[in-house]
């Protein structure tokens, strides 16, 4: 049995490195880092044994609020949220077999930058943005029915953008702008 020596330091889990990761990840999308930057910093937090050297990866990035997540989460059934809903800075959708039915239009939204991640098997989506939002649909891979959306002609500077990812099963993704 080896045993550690009572002053070195303690050594770092795969979740902290995972979560490092994460919070490099976004600071190179929200364009806080470069391309250069974040090369440099990932192969720091994949090759650090301490937290010391974790910390260093992370330096200057700014800190993570908890609570600008949120998860929701339904094996069967309807997700819907409408009305004046607060959306938090990164929204989680995960259903089985059920619909999903977002209304963006008349809800609070704080950030600028708005990421919806869906995992969706069966059942469709339909999303609801405001009139002026941006929405960026790249990262959404429909595995059995094609995305629906048109992006209007313009948007006004400083409307909200509104990121999605994820995988459709064999739902159809429908997401339209507000008419008002």
């Given amino acids: 049995m080896t045993s550690v020596p009572e002053d070195s330091p303690p050594l770092i889990g795969e979740d902290d490195r995972e979560t490092a990761v994460r919070r490099l990840q976004k600071a190179y999308t929200e364009e806080l880092i470069s391309h250069a930057e974040l090369d440099e910093r990932l192969h720091q937090a994949l090759t650090a044994r301490a937290?010391?050297?974790?910390?260093?990866?992370?330096?200057?990035?700014?800190?993570?609020?908890?609570?600008?997540?949120?998860?929701?989460?339904?094996?069967?059934?309807?997700?819907?949220?409408?009305?004046?809903?607060?959306?938090?800075?990164?929204?989680?959708?995960?259903?089985?077999y059920g619909t999903v039915r977002l209304d963006l239009s008349r809800a609070i939204i704080d950030h600028p930058v708005v990421d919806i991640e869906l995992q969706l098997g069966t059942g469709g989506a339909r999303i609801r943005v405001p009139r002026d939002a941006v929405v960026d649909v790249e990262g959404v891979r429909t595995e059995w029915k094609?995305?629906?959306?048109?992006?209007?002609?313009?948007?006004?500077?400083?409307?909200?953008?509104?990121?999605?990812?994820?995988?459709?099963?064999?739902?159809?993704?429908?997401?339209?702008?507000?008419?008002?």
Avoid: C, N, Q
């Fill in 51 to 96: 937290h010391g050297e974790l910390v260093s990866a992370l330096a200057s990035l700014p800190e993570e609020h908890p609570g600008t997540t949120s998860v929701i989460t339904a094996a069967g059934g309807r997700i819907r949220r409408r009305g004046a809903w607060r959306v938090p800075r990164t929204l989680k959708i995960e259903s089985a």
């Fill in 146 to 180: 094609d995305l629906r959306y048109k992006a209007p002609l313009r948007s006004r500077p400083g409307a909200p953008r509104i990121r999605l990812s994820g995988t459709m099963g064999f739902g159809r993704l429908r997401i339209r702008h507000a008419r008002r």
